[in-house]
């Protein structure tokens, strides 16, 4: 099974976004990948807390540490882009420019009832 990495939108509306990140993974489960979502893990009551600075920034330190040795990193947009989706899309074309493991940057979404998009695996492309 292929590790992937699960970027979605956190803050905001964390339950609605915490469903959506669950929705995520189990389509990653589905396609037979394996996936990470630091995010959603992180920050569990006793973990981190993501309101804390230091405590958030560690967190996204350990997300992408994780990014490191994944195959792929899943961006899924129904909710729109966050800014630390945004660093992790920053981060994975870094790791494309400087590793010789090859990294996938793919752009999902999950149709409804999260937004009217067709479901969709779309490979990353220049200005998204």
């Known amino acids: 099974m292929k590790l ?13 976004h915490l469903a959506y990140v669950r929705a995520a993974m189990n389509h990653c ?49 129904d909710l729109g882009w966050s800014s ?8 994975a074309k870094q790791r494309r420019m400087i590793t010789t493991k090859p990294v996938e940057i793919r752009i999902r979404t999950l149709g409804d009832p999260w937004s009217n998009a067709p479901l969709s695996d779309l490979e990353w492309r220049e200005g998204v």
């Open 4 to 16: 992937v990495i699960v970027e979605s939108p956190y803050a905001g509306d964390v339950e609605k």
């Open 29 to 77: 489960l589905r396609l037979r990948e394996t996936p990470f979502a630091s995010h959603a893990l992180y920050t569990q009551a006793g973990v981190l807390d993501d309101n804390i600075p230091e405590q958030r920034k560690l967190g996204i330190e350990a997300g992408f540490a994780w990014g490191e040795v994944a195959d792929a990193v899943l961006f899924y947009v």
């Open 84 to 91: 630390g989706m945004r660093a992790g899309l920053e981060r």
